[in-house]
């Protein structure tokens, strides 16, 4: 499995562009994309869930591409599990048909998305909520509302911006659990600020600076790219200080 966006160019004016003829290969796994503020992380997400459209290039998941045609699109959204930053919430929906619907969105027959978002729901620890009206969660409990969206359907790319803001240290190792029994076959990407999880959490790192990719390899290979006499459990942290850095 093979998530791809190639040679492409994206800016929000024609004038200042983030992304240009950029590619990027993610394979199959867990892979953790970090960056500071305004490298532009919720933006290659947000492409690669087709949320945002290159000006150039492509994005293709094993063959299937976010192209213009309506049934590309749909197909290509079908494979494609996604959590923006900022999680919307459907109106007059409890939290078990929150999650029903967006299956139902993705291409689930209506009964298939009911009866899978049963499962959802108990992955992220919300099956006391399942029945209470979805705008009355706290932010937090979105959050993981929006992790059921992603996983309620058989997505072969999981895209998560963000997901463990907002939650506390529980639902952050509960967080860890749920990714750890997502089948190795799936492209996994997950955004976020920290590093503290990384070794326990994910198999690759792609570090992102000012739309340009400054690292991408092995969780190991990262750790051991941290300066010379780094503490192992300072070694992540170490790391990205490095590349980060680097661009300031």
């Known amino acids: 499995?093979?998530?791809?966006?190639?040679?492409?160019?994206?800016?929000?004016?024609?004038?200042?562009?983030?992304?240009?003829?950029?590619?990027?290969?993610?394979?199959?796994?867990?892979?953790?994309?970090?960056?500071?503020n305004g490298a532009g992380k919720s933006t290659l997400l947000g492409l690669l869930a087709s949320t945002l459209r290159p000006f150039?290039?492509?994005?293709?998941?094993?063959?299937?591409?976010?192209?213009?045609?309506?049934?590309?699109?749909?197909?290509?959204?079908?494979?494609?599990?996604?959590?923006?930053?900022?999680?919307?919430?459907?109106?007059?929906?409890?939290?078990?048909?929150?999650?029903?619907?967006t299956g139902w969105l993705k291409g689930l027959s209506r009964a298939d998305a009911w009866t899978r978002s049963m499962q959802a729901v108990e992955?992220?620890?919300?099956?006391?909520?399942?029945?209470?009206?979805?705008?009355?969660?706290?932010?937090?409990?979105?959050r993981r509302m929006g992790i059921a969206g992603a996983l309620v359907h058989d997505a072969r790319a999981i895209l998560l911006d963000e997901p463990t803001a907002g939650l506390d240290p529980n639902q952050r190792l509960r967080f860890r659990e749920i990714l750890a029994v997502?089948?190795?076959?799936?492209?996994?990407?997950?955004?976020?600020?920290?590093?503290?999880?990384?070794?326990?959490?994910y198999d690759?790192?792609?570090?992102?600076?000012?739309?340009?990719?400054?690292f991408h390899d092995s969780v190991s290979a990262?750790?051991?790219?941290?300066?010379a006499g780094t503490d192992q459990r300072d070694a992540v942290a170490a790391a990205y200080s490095r590349y980060v850095a680097a661009e300031s």
């Open 56 to 101: 150039e290039g492509r994005v293709q998941l094993e063959g299937v591409a976010s192209a213009t045609r309506r049934s590309e699109l749909r197909r290509y959204r079908s494979q494609v599990g996604w959590l923006p930053q900022n999680v919307g919430v459907f109106p007059g929906l409890t939290v078990r048909e929150h999650v029903a619907y």
């Open 123 to 142: 992955q992220v620890d919300l099956t006391e909520k399942m029945n209470a009206p979805a705008k009355s969660l706290s932010g937090g409990q979105v």
């Open 182 to 201: 997502i089948p190795e076959s799936v492209v996994v990407v997950v955004s976020t600020h920290q590093t503290e999880d990384v070794h326990a959490s």
């Open 222 to 227: 990262f750790a051991g790219s941290a300066p």
């Open 1 to 36: 499995m093979n998530l791809l966006i190639e040679h492409s160019s994206f800016g929000y004016s024609d004038r200042a562009l983030l992304f240009e003829d950029f590619t990027l290969s993610i394979s199959a796994g867990r892979t953790v994309l970090l960056g500071p």
């Open 204 to 214: 690759k790192v792609i570090v992102l600076s000012e739309g340009t990719i400054r």
